[in-house]
């Protein structure tokens, strides 16, 4: 196996997630490189990064000179840019939502097998801070058996999408995409497969392409999980509520990254995904003398691990913290979600 000792990196567009979520780690980490850039008809990469050099076609991208592709682009591109990147023998991150269906995952990760390269989403939300706390919580049992999980993930949206692509809608564009696929992701994580799967959606705001608000639940055997979003929100309620036999855990607010990034931090500062104490969770366990609730510090968040994790698997070094088949089971979630909310009935997956 080839060892890096620095990766070059190709980024397929550089719109908000490329410049938010991808470029900064990046560029933070030496041991990769932002070497290309395609961008149609903008130099936003090369602007904020120098070094850098703009391509204004796929093709060029995926030259001998480039050892990882990371997709950013709209939705409906995941998958052909994926499938080219492969196929040309690149290395491939591709965002969330990896593809419209379960199937064309399972294609792509056959490819990747295939032609022996590695294959990734961004599931970056694995690595919020108050998502790594209630792994932490969950996993030490300080909650006990967990039979109830609610994830909400609300906002407050007016007029259309800046993002044509987005305002069309279309397969595989939509909350549940956009949002959905985090907090479906987060609850695998913690819980696997569920047995069936109810769900519930509606358009609430008229320039909404499609639906704009959904509650799905997920049955598991003595566990519910309810992952929610909207966007006619303006006064969101707990992001989280976790509920165990030995107590609860309910925290509100988001995780700190995203603001900081949009404000033009640099990943690795100073108390980097660090939150303030006014926000940390509040813990309420059960004991002789009743409940005690207490403050729990919220665990650092960090999207660079991430990409640390995929350096060390490019060098057989670590197996990946997201495996693509687990893009397959979460897309297999969603479409039990499309119908039963066109069944009104609970669905197998």
């Known amino acids: ?86 196929e040309a023998g690149k290395y491939v991150i591709v965002e969330k939502p990896a593809a419209a269906s379960s199937e064309e995952v399972r294609r792509l990760c056959r490819l990747a097998r ?19 706390t209630i792994r932490k919580l969950i996993e030490d049992g300080t909650l006990g058996e967990i039979v109830d999980y609610e994830a909400h993930y609300d906002r407050f949206v007016t007029g259309a999408s800046s993002k044509k692509w987005k305002a069309e809608g279309g397969r595989g564009i939509g909350i549940l995409y956009d949002l959905g696929v985090h907090i479906i992701d987060q609850a695998y994580v913690l819980f696997g497969m569920p047995c069936e799967v109810y ?17 799905v639940i997920l049955y598991y055997k003595g566990l519910r999980a309810l992952l929610s979003a909207g966007e006619v929100v303006a006064m969101p309620g707990p992001h989280f509520m976790v509920h165990g036999r030995k107590g609860s855990y309910i925290k509100y607010g988001m995780d700190v990254q995203e603001e900081a990034l949009g404000a033009g931090a640099a ?50 070094e670590a197996e990946l913290l997201v495996n693509p088949e687990d893009s397959i089971a979460v897309l297999q979630i969603m479409e039990a979600a499309i119908r039963s909310a066109a069944s009104h009935k609970r669905e197998k997956i």
């Open 199 to 215: 769900a519930d959606f509606c358009k609430q705001r008229e320039e909404s392409a499609d639906y704009d608000r959904f509650n």
């Open 114 to 132: 295939e032609r022996k390269v590695l294959f990734s989403v961004y599931q970056n939300r694995r690595l919020d801070g108050d998502f790594r």
């Open 267 to 316: 990943p690795g500062c100073e108390g980097w995904g660090l939150e303030d104490p006014a926000a940390y969770g509040i813990l309420g366990t059960v004991g002789e003398n009743g409940i005690q609730k207490r403050p729990v510090p919220t665990i650092a968040g960090d999207y660079g691990l991430y990409y640390d994790n995929f350096y060390h698997a490019m060098n057989g």
């Open 1 to 86: 196996m080839k060892k890096y000792n620095q990766i070059q990196v190709g980024i397929a567009g550089f719109g908000m997630s490329g410049q938010i979520f991808h470029g900064p780690f990046l560029d933070a980490d030496q041991r990769f490189r932002i070497k290309k850039v395609y961008e149609r008809t903008t130099e936003r990469a090369k602007e904020r990064y120098p070094y850098v050099e703009t391509v204004r076609s796929y093709k060029e991208l995926l030259g001998d000179d480039i050892d990882l592709v990371v997709i950013a682009a709209p939705n409906p591109l995941h998958v052909p840019m994926a499938r080219e990147a492969i």
